[in-house]
C-alpha cells in the first residue's frame, strides 16, 4: 500500500512537472511567436515602404520634367511675347499634355503672375485671367528658376502638388510654366491595400494620406514648428488656419492596444518623407494561435509538429518571395514607363518640327491645288492632292510611332527586325540628328534584316536611349555608326560615336544606378536599358575604342 502511495505521489509530483514545464514552454513559446510576428511585420513594412517611395518618386520625377520642357517650347515663347494668335493652338496642346500625363492642370503665366494659356481653358473653372502672382511657387520660380509647392487650389480647393519652371533668364523673366498633380487615385490605392500611409513635408506637415481625416496635421516631434507657422499662410495652403498634431491610431482591443509599427522612407528630391503604418495585432494573433497549436501538438507529437511548423514557415516565406516579387516586377514596369515618357519629353521639340514640316507644305499644296481646280487644270490639281496623301501619312507614321513608344509594354515576345527597331528609334531621333549635322551609318540592309525575339518597344526604348546619348557627346559635325553581327547564337547591335568617350574612372560604375557625367543626369537611363536587355535575355555591354564611346546590345538570335 505504501508503494503504491509512493508511486502515485510520484507520478502526481511529475505531472506537476510536465504541467509546470509546459507552460514555461507555452509562456515562452508565446513571447518567442510574438517577437518573430513582431520582426516579420517590420520587414514586410521597410520593404513595403521602399517601394511605396520609389513609386512616388518616380511618378514625381516624370511630372519634373513636363515644365522643364514647356519652359523651352517656341510657341509658349511666342505667346509670353504677345502672339496672342498661338494661345488656342498652346491651349490645345496643353489639354493633350495633361491628358497624356494624368495632371490635374498645366498652365502658362507672366511675369506678373497672370494666367495666359491653360489645359483646362474650355471649362467652367478655367485658370485663364486668374492672377497666381501671390503664389509661393510662382514666386520661387521668378527666384530661383524652379519651385515647389503643395497647396489647395484657388479655384478648385482640391489638394495638388505645384511644379514651377521660370521662362527666360532670371535677370529679365518672361513668365512661369506650372503643373498641377493630384494624387487621389494614389491615395485611394493606399486606403484599400494598406493598414496606414501618409506623406510630410520638410515642416512635419502631412500632405497625403491613406485617411483624408489625417491630412493638414503636424506629425508628432514638429510641435515647436508648429507654433511657429503663419496661420494666414497655412489658411491659404491648406484652408486651416490652426495645425492639429497628428497622433499615429492604436489597434487591438481597448483593454490592450497594439502599438502601429511606422517605417519613414525619405522620398527625392522634394524633401518629403513617406511614412507606412503597419498593423501587427492580426499577424500576432496568427502567430500566438500557431505557437500554442504547435505547443500542445509538440507534447504528442514533437517530430510531426517540427516538421508541421517548418512546412508552415516555407509557405509563408514563399508567399511573401512571391509578393514581393510581383511587387518588384511592378515597379520595374513603372521605371522603365517613366524612362519611356521622360526619353519622350526631350524629344518633343523635334517631333513637333518633323510634324510642322509637312503640315506647311501640305496648306500650299491645298491652296495650289484649288487655283488650279479654278483653272481646270485637273490632272495637276490631282497630283497636289497626292503630295499632300503622302504628306499626310508622313505624319501619321509619326505621331503612330511616337503613341507607341510612349505607351506601357505589355505585348509578349515576337519576331522583331532589327530594322523596325532602328527605322522606328530615328523617326524619333531625326531632329536631334539633323540639329548637329551629325552623320550616321547604318548596317548593311541583309544586315539590318536580322530577326530576334524580343518585345519591339522595349528594345527599341533601349536604342533610343543610346543614340541620344551617343548625339549629346558627339560634336557638331559628328558621326555616329550602327553595326549588326551575329555569330554563336547571338546578334549584336554596336553604337558608336565619335564623341570624347567614357571617363575611366566612370567606367567600373558605368550601369550602377545614378552614377551619370550629366550635370542634368540623374543617372537611370543606362541601368534601366541593361535590366531591359537582361529580362530579354540578352545583355548591354560597353567596349573600350582608340576613340568614342561604343555600346553593345546583345541579343539571342531566332
Request: proline share 4%; charged share 20%.
Amino acid at each position: 500500500m505504501q508503494g503504491r502511495l509512493g508511486r502515485w505521489y510520484l507520478a502526481a509530483i511529475g505531472l506537476t512537472a510536465v504541467a509546470l514545464l509546459a507552460g514555461l514552454a507555452m509562456l515562452g513559446l508565446d513571447r518567442a511567436m510574438r517577437v518573430n510576428a513582431l520582426a516579420e511585420t517590420r520587414a514586410a513594412a521597410t520593404s513595403r515602404a521602399e517601394i511605396l517611395a520609389a513609386g512616388l518618386e518616380s511618378e514625381l520625377n516624370k511630372f519634373t520634367l513636363v515644365p522643364r520642357v514647356l519652359a523651352g517650347d517656341p510657341e509658349v515663347a511666342k505667346l509670353l511675347a504677345g502672339e496672342n494668335a498661338v494661345r488656342a493652338v498652346l491651349n490645345r496642346r496643353l489639354a493633350v499634355l495633361a491628358q497624356q500625363t494624368n495632371a490635374a492642370a498645366i498652365y502658362l503665366m507672366d511675369a506678373k503672375g497672370m494666367t495666359l494659356a491653360s489645359s483646362n481653358w474650355d471649362r467652367p473653372d478655367s485658370f485663364i485671367g486668374s492672377d497666381y502672382g501671390f503664389r509661393d511657387y510662382f514666386r520661387g520660380a521668378l527666384r530661383n528658376g524652379t519651385a515647389t509647392e503643395f497647396a489647395l487650389g484657388t479655384v478648385s480647393r482640391r489638394p495638388g502638388l505645384y511644379l514651377a519652371e521660370r521662362v527666360g533668364p532670371q535677370q529679365r523673366p518672361l513668365g512661369v510654366v506650372a503643373v498641377k498633380v493630384e494624387f487621389d487615385s494614389l491615395e485611394r490605392k493606399w486606403s484599400d491595400a494598406e493598414d496606414g500611409v501618409f506623406v510630410t513635408d520638410v515642416e512635419g506637415i502631412v500632405l497625403l494620406a491613406s485617411n483624408p481625416d489625417w491630412r493638414f496635421r503636424a506629425s508628432a516631434g514638429d510641435a515647436k514648428q508648429a507654433q511657429a507657422r503663419d496661420p494666414a499662410r497655412d489658411a491659404m495652403r491648406f484652408g486651416v488656419r490652426d495645425i492639429a498634431p497628428f497622433e499615429v491610431p492604436a489597434r487591438g482591443e481597448a483593454a490592450s492596444p497594439v502599438r502601429m509599427i511606422e517605417k519613414i522612407q525619405p522620398i527625392a528630391p522634394t524633401g518629403w518623407e513617406l511614412h507606412l503604418l503597419a498593423d501587427p495585432s492580426q499577424r500576432l494573433s496568427v502567430a500566438l494561435a500557431n505557437g500554442r497549436l504547435a505547443g500542445v501538438t509538440v507534447l504528442a507529437l514533437l517530430i510531426l509538429a517540427g516538421a508541421g511548423a517548418w512546412v508552415l514557415r516555407r509557405q509563408r516565406q514563399a508567399r511573401a518571395a512571391a509578393e514581393v516579387a510581383a511587387q518588384t516586377a511592378t515597379l520595374r514596369e513603372q521605371l522603365q514607363q517613366a524612362n519611356r515618357l521622360a526619353t519622350l519629353g526631350q524629344i518633343t521639340a523635334g517631333l513637333g518640327h518633323e510634324i510642322r514640316q509637312p503640315l506647311a507644305a501640305m496648306q500650299v499644296y491645298a491652296e495650289s491645288g484649288e487655283r488650279l481646280l479654278a483653272a481646270a487644270r485637273h490632272a495637276e490639281a490631282a497630283e497636289n492632292f497626292g503630295k499632300i496623301a503622302g504628306l499626310a501619312s508622313r505624319i501619321g507614321e509619326i505621331t503612330a510611332e511616337q503613341l507607341q513608344f510612349s505607351r506601357r509594354s505589355s505585348e509578349e515576345p515576337r519576331d522583331v527586325t532589327l530594322a523596325e527597331v532602328i527605322d522606328g528609334s530615328l523617326l524619333l531621333l531625326r531632329d536631334q540628328l539633323r540639329h548637329k549635322d551629325l552623320t550616321l551609318e547604318r548596317p548593311a540592309p541583309d544586315a539590318a534584316a536580322t530577326t530576334v525575339r524580343a518585345r519591339h518597344v522595349q528594345l527599341e526604348q533601349v536604342l533610343v536611349n543610346l543614340l541620344q546619348n551617343a548625339a549629346q557627346a558627339c560634336n557638331h559635325g559628328g558621326s555616329i555608326a550602327l553595326a549588326i553581327t551575329a555569330a554563336n547564337g547571338t546578334v549584336r547591335l554596336c553604337v558608336t560615336d565619335s564623341g570624347p568617350g567614357v571617363a575611366p574612372w566612370l567606367r567600373d560604375t558605368l550601369f550602377q544606378p545614378f552614377v551619370t557625367s550629366k550635370s542634368d543626369g540623374i543617372g537611370l537611363g543606362l541601368a534601366i536599358a541593361r535590366d531591359i536587355m537582361r529580362q530579354l535575355g540578352g545583355d548591354l555591354v560597353h567596349e573600350d575604342t582608340p576613340t568614342g564611346a561604343r555600346f553593345v546590345m546583345v541579343m539571342p538570335a531566332t
